[in-house]
């Protein structure tokens, strides 16, 4: 059975750092593009930032580009999102996905085949 468990989260003032790791279980994700997502609240979920599934190619929203960065460790089935300069507007749901049938990141949801249960991200002002 495919598992993807997020951890990380936290509460954390602005400006500060998070690291989100998600780990895979039960699937072949190294070769799969993997990604992360967010929802806050009474918002629609959103594309943060994915990589393909040796990291060359990286995607990142507008939003976070330069604050936030993609990696991952085929060999423990991690991908990792390290999250600097937070800001109140990052208050989210995170959640990992992954694309089994695509080696290759997409910035739409519906592309990912697997998600994760997510883990809470609140930046205090």
């Known amino acids: 059975q495919v598992q993807l468990v997020e951890s990380g989260g936290g509460l954390v003032q602005a400006g500060g750092s998070l690291r989100l790791s998600c780990a895979a279980s039960g699937g072949t994700f190294s070769s799969a593009a993997m990604g992360w997502f967010r929802q806050a609240p009474g918002k629609e979920r959103e594309f943060v930032a994915a990589l393909s599934w040796n990291g060359g190619r990286k995607l990142f929203a507008d939003s976070v580009k330069g604050r936030f960065t993609i990696s991952r460790d085929n060999a423990k089935n991690t991908v990792y999102l390290q999250m600097n300069s937070l800001k109140p507007e990052d208050t989210a749901v995170y959640y990992c996905?992954?694309?089994?049938?695509?080696?290759?990141?997409?910035?739409?949801?519906?592309?990912?085949?697997?998600w994760g249960q997510g883990t809470q991200v609140t930046v205090s002002s």
């Open positions: 996905a992954g694309e089994i049938h695509s080696a290759y990141p997409h910035v739409t949801d519906s592309e990912y085949d697997y």
